[in-house]
């Protein structure tokens, strides 16, 4: 099963948003250095390097979500909807979308790609791993803003 095999290949890219107030580093993962090598993998790296940018995701995929930053948010959507008036019996249920919302907001795996929004990013980078017939992984991103982040 290709899920399983190891991406030890691949390639950290850059992407420098226009105007230079916002850049991101990415690493994306395959199986060879063939792969790595060709346009298509080398444009997936692109790609996923402005949807960083345009998109400011704070996860890569929902198992990164920390269990207080889902308690937060859980609690906040309970408020808003308890707040509105709605019946209790249907609380649950609205907590439960906007959670979705969340995911698909702050997750990048689960992100609308930007280039082609009936598609995620997982969706984009699944057509990659049916094109090439090797694993690919988004391993890790950062996503500098200016001005933004830790004083040094």
């Known amino acids: 099963m290709r899920a399983h095999r190891a991406t030890s290949e691949g390639l950290v890219g850059s992407y420098i ?86 995911y698909s907001e702050a997750c990048l795996l689960e992100q609308p790609f930007v280039k082609e929004p009936t598609m995620t990013v997982h969706d984009l980078v699944a057509s990659h791993i049916a094109k090439t017939g090797e694993n690919i992984k988004i391993r890790r991103f950062c996503r500098f803003v200016l001005g933004e982040g830790a004083e040094v």
């Open 17 to 102: 948003h226009p105007g230079g107030r916002i850049g991101v580093l990415v690493e994306i993962n395959c199986e060879t250095d063939f792969v790595a090598r060709t346009d298509e993998f080398q444009q997936l790296v692109k790609d996923i390097g402005m949807q960083v940018a345009a998109a400011a995701p704070r996860f890569l995929g929902r198992e990164e979500v920390t269990p207080d930053i889902l308690d937060k948010e859980r609690e906040i959507y309970r408020d808003q909807a308890a707040r509105s008036g709605k019946p209790e019996k249907v609380l649950e249920k609205i907590v439960e979308g906007k959670m979705e919302k969340f």
